[in-house]
């Protein structure tokens, strides 16, 4: 059993940045690939940026690339989420996950959620 809990969401201005953070309890962090997704509303879960198990391979969205950054610390079982250059369309709850598998942008092969924090990008 993985618990996520997400932070750093807030109010930002358009061009500005955020970290977001996820923080998972037990002691088998490292055997999980982590995954950020987020939905905006009245749209869909919107896949954004996936990391390995060691962080030496991430994969990110055509719409984020460039802009966010996804990195992990083993030691202190969290994964983040580095947000440049933001854009109102940025605007989302964001969610983080964990597989067990390689997962990718396939939600569905997430087995853990977190409980979302709100980004919000004004123009």
């Known amino acids: 059993q993985v618990q996520l809990v997400e932070s750093g969401g807030g109010l930002v201005q358009a061009g500005g940045s955020l970290r977001l953070s996820c923080a998972a309890s037990?002691?088998?962090?490292?055997?999980?690939?982590m995954g950020w997704f987020r939905q905006a509303p009245g749209k869909g879960r919107e896949f954004v940026a996936d990391?390995?198990?060691?962080?030496?391979?991430?994969y990110y969205a055509d719409s984020v690339k460039g802009r966010f950054t996804i990195s992990r610390d083993n030691a202190k079982n969290t994964v983040y989420l580095q947000m440049n250059s933001l854009k109102p369309e940025d605007t989302a709850v964001y969610y983080c996950a964990a597989s067990e598998t390689v997962a990718g942008s396939f939600g569905d092969r997430y087995r853990y959620w977190g409980q979302g924090t709100q980004v919000t990008v004004s123009s």
């Open positions: 990391i390995s198990w060691s962080g030496a391979n991430t």
């Open positions: 037990g002691r088998t962090f490292s055997r999980y690939r």
